[in-house]
Each structure stands twice: as structure tokens, then as C-alpha cells.
């Protein structure tokens, strides 16, 4: 009883595994041989499409080449909704594959993972599995996942973020299944496949690292072998976001994202996310907007929420990021942390509120022009008082809430989606 | 009738379709006329039989009445994973060669007293090799007890889609030719060749090599005459009509989308575990009370509880939910509205979190507007 008190609130910690990972300029036209290796034979393959660009008829073509027969599904959409998912376990099963390839960023790769899951279960609703661990067969498909963005971390991490549409769909729930059996079977990080990513969705992408490395950095789980890996992260994106951004073709910033991307997912695997992710989820659930640039929008308001209850962590990160907190108090150098982030955020040219955000420029897979079919018609981000208050409730039940540095409570955290809704980032700057 | 089938050889055990159903009959197995054609194929042809089909339909059940049937030994080979060949074919018992080489000493002492140096001593024993390696200390398996066992077998080769197929390899030379070499004393071939029954519950494929082999039949949950015809041979105790009831229900229940649909075995226990009850009338409630008889996954019990009203009556009205709903839309089966609702609750992975033990103790909550005014600090500081 007494220790309980002692060591609350997350005494012991889950270490998570993860999974083999070929990183490095090249890596992609490993898929076939690898696929080989691990037994693949008839493949689904899993993407958004990624129309214009070659990407997914250059691999799909390479993997025939070694040997494999493909069957291709590219309507992912972005933010994979649960009907994505089981139409793909339908297309498995009918061509009996035994294998997976995900193409592309985290929505092809969870759509890939919850298929998986579903699969292993004779085609249970992926939305049963929300939650930590809810799966009760480990065996499920092999799977090779390729990243075309740098930000996800979702080829390597034990989480796959899905939509619920069915359950109500006047009321999308957007929701995180953490399970140790999603995890892939081995990633492959190009950055040469980065390439054709466009400027604003790099930058958006860059953005998610930068919250993959922060949030654990701060998080209540305040799990210490992830520090390294997050601070890292944080330092790479600090270094190289800029360059990936305005220089795509420079493979120097490609390659350091694609570093930072990898870490940086490490680092939450074990080390916990926080509310940056919460307010993002609920946000893409109501209004499909992209991941990154809701994380962006949320990220430096959920940093000064969250500053009081940990000035030092704040301070190392200003570091990391390149300020130099000689002769700062430590109050101040946590300060220049969050002046660093929206430094960033402007130099790589992201909307700074949800407000600013037009209904056409929506998620629309922006690399292919894909599908939407969901939210088509989505309505126009008001923030008003109605719209806050469904965005917090939805935060409050958010499977990374809990981890989040400060906790979370109805009134503290309106004030904080309020802001990200109308506010001015001016505000937060001293 | 044409003369087409097969003729019978000297001590064929069935003559026709119509006696195979009657003997398995009066054994208590009830065969329908696929099933008994197959059976007295197999044993004209000297082929072994290959039975696929969910768990629970009677496959091993065959055998056993098979050999009852026909007199003839039941010997089983239950097949797993990592099984290897010497726990189906045979083995050398090397505790039983150990011993007598022990008690042997003096013997073998004298054999080689003479012997004038190492090498020569060496080859006298050596010599002896097959006494060592003789009938004497050969342990048989269920294989190769069936094909040199003097009395008449029946080789059930149980659940072979478990083994590996190294293990299928084996089997195949052992089938095909019924014979078993042992390269230290020879070949053994069957004086009658053995009635061989594989079953597989299909968990992974066969290989065509196998198959064509065998007769091969696909055995299903039966029809419900059938089915009912089993419960009552069974002599369960429960009545005829609350069994005819009961078969129904069952059958129902299969339609279901359930991870492990109820075997005609669990309707036999079901049947049983009623009569034990004393049960004279089939009621929701004491299906209800015992549905975990044939239903033994917590999902499955569920969604058989939901659709329990709908089993019993078909007449019934019942919400749709309960009915077998395909993968997409699962999430109807109950107000979708209060089910998302539910998910906007603060604090309910807070147990779970990133599977973290131990967190009985909730840290305590702060008073209601701290946050915000923590908050709306700094936006204030730094404005």
C-alpha cells in the first residue's frame, strides 16, 4: 500500500522491442530479396497511392521482379479509417496473401498494422482493439513497412492510430492501439524515397518528430533509457528540418530527418507520448487534418501547459536545439525551448492555428491526390465554443493522455485547445 | 445394379454401402451414405482415408468404430509439431542395449581376451553388431506396428495437418507401399495391409502428394436428422423432443459468426449436461445457464447470449444486433452513440497506460482550475 503511494504513478515500465530496420540511401531495393528471405510469396501490398509519383510502381515492380506475386490495395486514406483497414483484410483473405508491404507515411503503415491484427483475429473489427495490448493472437502476417515521409516512426513503433467511423459517425472517434504484436517485421527507412515529399508536408512531418522526441522527453513514464533517443531526435530535427524542408533534393537533410524519425520513434515506443498527440488525434478525427500539422499547431502550447512541472527537462531541450543557455536560469533556458520551436515553425512555413487552416487544404494524401471519401464535406475549423469543448472531451479520452507531463483535467486542458483553435503564438513568447 | 464396385477380396468386411451403415449403426455411429461409401472403398481398395473437417465431427470417432467394426486393432499415431520419425516409425531401445552390454561384460571380456591389440578387438565386437541391432532391441511405433503386428490393424494417424512435413514425408513411403525398412535388419512388409485413417482439422495445408495418396473425404457438421439421430444413439437422457429442440438450437448457433462453432460432440455434452439437470423444458434461461458447454470463447459467449431469445424461438423479434454481422460493421451491434460517448471519458487508459502495473493508486486530483489559471499564467507572463 505504502510502496504504491511511493511509486506512483507508473512504477514499472514496458521496455518495447522493435524491429529490424535498414536505414540509409538505397535500402528500398532491398524490399524483394528481403521479402524472399522472410518467406513472402503473395504480397498485399498497402499504400495511399502516392500518385505522382513513382514510388509504389517502382517497388511494386521490383518485388515481381524477385519473384513475389503482389496484389495491390492504394485506397489508404490519410488518417486510415476503419473501413480501410477491413477492406484490405477482405482483398487478403480473398487472394489468400500471406505477407504485408506498407508503402508510405503512418497512414498506409496502420492501416497495414490494424489489417494485421484484424487478420489474426478471422477478421475482427479493428476498432475492438483500442487500448494497450488488446490482441490475443501474436500471429499475425509478416510485414515489410517503407517510409516515404520523415516523421511517422510508425514502420517501427507498437502503435497504429485508426478512425472510427461506424460506431458514430456523426461523432468520428480517432483512436491509438498500442500492442506489441503490430509491431512490424522489419523497416525500411530511405531517404532517397523522401525526395518526391512535398515542401509543406515535410515540414509537417518535422513537426511530428519533433513532438515524437519531446513528448516522451517530458512524459510522466519518465522512462530514462528513452532520454537519449528523444533528445537526439529533438537535436536532429533542429538541425535538419530547414535544410529537408527548402532544399528536398539535399541529401544531407533527408537523411538527418530520416535519423531523426527513426530515434525519435524509439523514444516513444517506450518512453510515452503526451497531450501534443491528443489534441491531434481529436482534430484529424473531426476535421481529417494532417498528423504533423496538427502536432505543429498543438506543439508549442502543449510546451508552455506543460513548462511549470518541468523547467529543466524544457531547458535540455533548448539545447538540443541548438540555443546556446549559458548563463540562462533554468526558467529562461526552458523558455528559449519554446522560442526555438516556433522559430521553427515559421522558417518552415506552417499555419500557426487551427483557424487558418482552409477546408482545401485538408488532408488529401497529399503526395497522390488520394481518396477522402470520408470526409468530403468536412466542415470549415470555427473554434468555436461548441467545436472546444468536443475537441477536449476527446483529448481527456485519448490513450496518450495519461502520459502527458502535467495531468489533465477538463478545465485545464480547454484553455489550452482554445488557444490552438484562435490563439496567437505571439502570446506564448516573452 | 451394375457391377461396378469393387469386388471383395477374401475377408472384406463389408459387402455393401447398406452393411457398412448398419454395422457402424449398431457400434453407434451413425454413417450417412457418403461417408459408408467411402469407408467400404477404402477397405477394397487398400488405400488409407484422409478425413478433413472442423474439429468435433466425428473423424477419429471413424477409426475408432472402424476398427470395432472389423475386429482389428486400433493403433494411433497423435501427430504434433517437432514430432520426429522415431516416435512414429521405431526406435532402438538404447537403455535396453545399455543393460544387457553391462550384464554382458564377462562375455564380451572373453571374446576379446585373445585379441592381440586394440584394432583386432575392435572388429570382433563389431562383429557381433547384429545381435545388438536385431528384433530383440527394436522398439516399434505405432508405423511399424502396424505393418509387421501379426493381428490385422486399423492406423489412426490423428490430426497429421499438426506434424511437420518431414513427418508427411515419412508417412508417404509408409503408405504407398506399406512397408518399413530398417537399414540394420531389412524390410518389413504388412502380411494385410492396415486400414489407415489420417484426419486433419486443416490448420495448415497438405501436400498434394499426400492427397493423392488418399481417399479423400471432407466431413462436415451433419444434417440435422443426422445430427439428432447421433444425440439420441449417445442415449444422453434428455427426451426426444427437448433433443430435437436442442439439435435446432445448436445448428443456430453455428450460423453465427463465432470463433469455434459448437462440434456435434459438445451438442452430445450439451444434450448430457440438460438430462443431468433434469430439464423438461428448454427455456432461455437454462440455455443461458449452460451455453458454455458448446461456446468456449468469451466473445463467442456473448454474442451467443445476445442472440440466445432468437435460438430458442425463431419467430421472435430480437434486434438485429444480435444477428451474425459481417467484420465492417461490428461496432452496430449496440448504440453506437453511447459506445463513442463512453470513449471521451477522462482517466480510462490511466490503468493501462503504455502497460504500466501497479497504478491502483490514482495520483490525486488538483483542484478544479488550477490548470487554467497555470495556463493562462504563462499566456499572461509572457503577453
Known amino acids: 500500500m505504502q510502496v504504491d503511494e511511493l511509486l506512483k504513478p507508473f512504477p514499472i515500465k514496458e521496455f518495447h522491442p522493435f524491429p529490424r530496420a535498414l536505414l540509409g540511401p538505397g535500402s528500398h531495393e532491398l524490399i524483394g530479396p528481403e521479402a524472399k528471405k522472410l518467406g513472402f510469396q503473395r504480397t498485399l501490398v498497402m ?95 509478416p510485414h515489410i513497412a517503407v517510409s516515404t515521409t520523415a516523421g511517422t516512426g510508425s514502420e517501427t513503433s507498437w502503435a497504429y492510430v485508426i478512425t472510427d467511423t461506424t460506431t458514430d459517425p456523426d461523432n468520428p472517434h480517432k483512436y491509438v492501439a498500442f500492442d506489441d504484436a503490430s ?40 522512462f530514462e533509457p528513452s532520454m537519449g533517443n528523444a533528445l537526439h531526435a529533438i537535436k536532429l530535427t533542429a538541425q535538419h528540418l530547414r535544410q529537408a524542408v527548402w532544399n528536398g533534393q539535399d541529401l544531407k537533410g533527408r537523411e538527418g530527418m530520416m535519423y531523426a524519425q527513426y530515434i525519435a520513434a524509439q523514444a516513444f515506443n517506450s518512453g510515452g507520448l503526451g497531450i501534443i498527440h ?86 488529401k494524401n497529399r503526395l497522390g491526390q488520394g481518396p477522402t471519401k470520408f470526409y468530403e464535406r468536412a466542415k470549415e475549423i470555427k473554434g468555436d465554443a461548441a467545436d472546444i469543448d468536443r475537441i477536449t472531451n476527446h483529448v481527456l479520452g485519448d490513450a496518450c493522455t495519461p502520459g502527458n507531463a502535467k495531468e489533465c483535467t477538463f478545465d485545464t486542458v480547454r484553455p489550452v485547445v482554445e488557444h490552438c483553435m484562435t490563439g496567437d503564438l505571439d502570446d506564448l513568447l516573452s | ?112 581376451a585373445d585379441a592381440p591389440d586394440l584394432d ?53 513411403e509408409c503408405l504407398a507401399e506399406f512397408q518399413v525398412s530398417i537399414p540394420e535388419i531389412g524390410t518389413f512388409t504388412a502380411a494385410t495391409p492396415p486400414y489407415v485413417v489420417l484426419t486433419s482439422n486443416n490448420t495448415r495445408d497438405l501436400s498434394a502428394a499426400l492427397k493423392r495418396r488418399c481417399l479423400h473425404l471432407f466431413l462436415d457438421y451433419p444434417d440435422h436428422e443426422r445430427e439428432l439421430e447421433i444425440v439420441r444413439s449417445k442415449r444422453t437422457g434428455l427426451p426426444e423432443e427437448l433433443a430435437r429442440q436442442l439439435v435446432a438450437v445448436v445448428r443456430r448457433l453455428r450460423e453465427l459468426t463465432l470463433r469455434k462453432a459448437p462440434s456435434i460432440s459438445e451438442t452430445v455434452d450439451w444434450a448430457r449436461t440438460l438430462a443431468v439437470l433434469g430439464t423438461d423444458e428448454l427455456d432461455e434461461r437454462v440455455l ?39 467484420p465492417h460493421h461490428a461496432g452496430d451491434e449496440v448504440d453506437g452513440r453511447a459506445v463513442r460517448a463512453a470513449k471521451d471519458l477522462p482517466g480510462r487508459f490511466d490503468d493501462a497506460y503504455y502497460g504500466a502495473r501497479g497504478t491502483a493508486a490514482r495520483p490525486p486530483q488538483r483542484a478544479t482550475g488550477q490548470g487554467h489559471r497555470a495556463f493562462s499564467a504563462v499566456t499572461r507572463r509572457r503577453a
Open chain 1, 278 to 363: 491528443s489534441i491531434s488525434h481529436a482534430v484529424s478525427a473531426f476535421y481529417d487534418t494532417h498528423h504533423g500539422l496538427n502536432n505543429a499547431i498543438a506543439l508549442p502550447r502543449v510546451w508552455a501547459f506543460n513548462m511549470p512541472v518541468a523547467y529543466q527537462r524544457f531547458a535540455d531541450i533548448a539545447e538540443a536545439m541548438g540555443v546556446d543557455t549559458h548563463g540562462m536560469t533554468t526558467v529562461q533556458a526552458a523558455d528559449a525551448a519554446l522560442g526555438a520551436a516556433i522559430r521553427l515553425l515559421r522558417d518552415v512555413g506552417i499555419p500557426e492555428r487551427f483557424v487558418d487552416i482552409r477546408p482545401d487544404s485538408y488532408s
Open chain 1, 183 to 222: 509491431l512490424t517485421t522489419l523497416a525500411i527507412d530511405d531517404p532517397v524515397l523522401y525526395y518526391d515529399c512535398p515542401t509543406d508536408f515535410t515540414a509537417q512531418c518535422g513537426f511530428d518528430v519533433l513532438a515524437h522526441g519531446a513528448e516522451p522527453y517530458v512524459s510522466r513514464l519518465n
Open chain 2, 1 to 112: 445394379m451394375p457391377d461396378t464396385t469393387p469386388q471383395p477380396s477374401a475377408g472384406a468386411p463389408f459387402a455393401s454401402v447398406e452393411e457398412v451403415i448398419a454395422k457402424f449403426a449398431e457400434c453407434g455411429y451413425i454413417a450417412d451414405r457418403r461417408l459408408a461409401t467411402t469407408v467400404l472403398l477404402q477397405s477394397r481398395l487398400d488405400k488409407p482415408l484422409l478425413l478433413e473437417g472442423p474439429a468435433g465431427v466425428g473423424k477419429t470417432e471413424l477409426a475408432k468404430k472402424l476398427a470395432e467394426v472389423t475386429g482389428r486393432r486400433l493403433l494411433r499415431l497423435q501427430c504434433y509439431e517437432g514430432q520426429d520419425e522415431s516416435k512414429a516409425l521405431y526406435e532402438w531401445d538404447y537403455g535396453k542395449q545399455l543393460l544387457y552390454t553391462q550384464l554382458l561384460r564377462d562375455k564380451i571380456g572373453e571374446i576379446i
Open chain 2, 120 to 172: 583386432a578387438a575392435v572388429a570382433r565386437i563389431s562383429a557381433q553388431d547384429s545381435v545388438f541391432f536385431s528384433d530383440r532391441f527394436l522398439a516399434p511405433r505405432p508405423l511399424l506396428e502396424a505393418i509387421r503386428g501379426a493381428q490385422p490393424a486399423v492406423l489412426l494417424v490423428d490430426e497429421v495437418d499438426r506434424a511437420d512435413e518431414a513427418l508427411e514425408a515419412v508417412l508417404l
Open chain 1, 47 to 141: 499504400t495511399s497511392g502516392l500518385r505522382g509519383t513513382d514510388i509504389v510502381h517502382k517497388i511494386v515492380e521490383s518485388m515481381k521482379y524477385h519473384g513475389l506475386e503482389v496484389v495491390l490495395y492504394d485506397k489508404v486514406e490519410s488518417n486510415p479509417k476503419d473501413y480501410n483497414v477491413m477492406d484490405a483484410v477482405q482483398l487478403y483473405q480473398e487472394h489468400s496473401c500471406d505477407s504485408f508491404v506498407s508503402i508510405g507515411g503512418g497512414s498506409s503503415h496502420d492501416a497495414c498494422k490494424g489489417a494485421r491484427i484484424s487478420i489474426a483475429h478471422d477478421g475482427r473489427n479493428i476498432n475492438e482493439f483500442e487500448g494497450f495490448n488488446q490482441s490475443e493472437n501474436p500471429n499475425n502476417p
Open chain 2, 288 to 326: 443461458s445457464e449452460t451455453l458454455n458447454v458448446v461456446v468456449k470463447y468469451e466473445r463467442d459467449l456473448h454474442r451467443a447470449l445476445e442472440a440466445l431469445p432468437r435460438l430458442v424461438d425463431p419467430d421472435q423479434q430480437v434486434p438485429e444486433s444480435a444477428e451474425a454481422a459481417p
